[in-house]
């Protein structure tokens, strides 16, 4: 899914899933290795179907943390 939006919108996949995150209101932290690429993700905008079809994708996992229920 991310990458036939990428196709689409003439971007990589993982700007496809940043921007997915700002339209969400969510701040994501992405390693600076790519910091023009992750900056590139506001000249567009994801439709609300596709919104929705990369929502449904959550599977509850992560990759570090919770920040609201880890004791630090």
Request: aromatic share 6%; charged share 20%.
């Amino acid at each position: 899914m991310p990458q036939n939006l990428a196709r689409k919108h003439g971007k990589t996949p993982a700007q496809i899933l940043l921007r997915w995150n700002v339209q969400q209101g969510i701040i994501p932290i992405p390693k600076s290795k790519h910091l023009a690429e992750n900056i590139a993700v506001f000249d567009f905008a994801l439709e609300g179907e596709n919104m929705a079809a990369l929502s449904g994708m959550n599977q509850n996992r992560r990759t570090s943390h919770d920040p609201l229920t880890f004791d630090f």
